[in-house]
């Protein structure tokens, strides 16, 4: 494990990206956003075209508004990620969502994605966001221990009934 810096998101780190999210991305990470997006057909069931939308998803917000994306790198390489995005809310403050995260399994344990949320949190008060949310899916408790630790707190929960 060498050296960790942490840096703004390139269009050139898409490929990396993308590769870590593909080691990242499971069932248990589902949850409105990636049903919304089309990343699962289903709760608990992944979309084949998956990483291809991710993919898409990503070239197009590092295109139109690359701000709030950061990526931790070791030797050249990329072994964790973090994107966020800025919202106005209907009462009319900001608001900033976090909306995918990924560290490389053999960097878990290592206080990298405080390090990355820890960047995304900068960034969001310097935009003055009154609060930051994010989703995750309802079997993701590695993820929920994690955010919990680091001072979310749950806030409501998402139903879902499929209608084919």
Known sequence: MGKLSLRAMSLGDVDQVVELYA???????????????????APGQVSEEAMDIFQDDLIEILTESPAGNFVATSKGEIVGFIMASLEEAPAGHMECWINDMGVSPSYQGQSLGKQL??????????????????????TNKKSHDFFEGVGFKPMATVFHMDAR
């Open 23 to 41: 080691q990242v991305y499971s069932a248990d990470y589902i949850s409105f956003s990636e049903l919304a997006a089309g990343l699962a057909e």
């Open 117 to 138: 949320l820890e960047a995304i949190v900068n960034w969001g008060k310097r935009s003055k966001v009154k609060y930051f949310l994010l989703e995750s899916g309802l």
